[in-house]
Nanobody
């Protein structure tokens, strides 16, 4: 059974930074794709960023380009989402998905965590 855990969320002021972590059991991280999505109250879940398994290609939603950076640490079996210059509209529950999917095929068919809350105050 795959167990995916997100961490690193919290409350931050606009302009601040947070780093989210995603760890999963039963996978070797360099073999899989990992994606981050988010869901704000009353809104649909949207893909935020993804890192592919093949060559580590990264992708970002237009709303976070230049502010968020996704990276992986295969030795720690972890993927991180560094979020800088946070805005109140970034407030959402952030979810991590891991699996054998293509980053371009959203919604990703993988294993999902329970999410971590990010709240950005103005």
């Amino acid at each position: 059974e795959v167990h995916v855990v997100e961490s690193g969320g919290g409350l931050v002021q606009a302009g601040g930074s947070l780093r989210l972590s995603c760890k999963a059991s039963a996978f070797t991280f360099d073999d899989i794709a990992v994606g981050w999505s988010r869901q704000a109250p009353g809104k649909e879940r949207e893909g935020v960023s993804c890192i592919s398994s093949s060559d580590g290609t990264t992708s970002y939603a237009d709303s976070v380009k230049g502010r968020f950076t996704i990276s992986r640490d295969n030795a720690k079996n972890a993927v991180y989402l560094q979020m800088n210059s946070l805005k109140p509209e970034d407030t959402a529950v952030y979810y991590c998905a891991v699996g054998f999917f293509s980053c371009s095929d959203y919604p990703w068919l993988g294993s999902w965590g329970q999410g971590t809350q990010v709240t950005v105050s103005s």
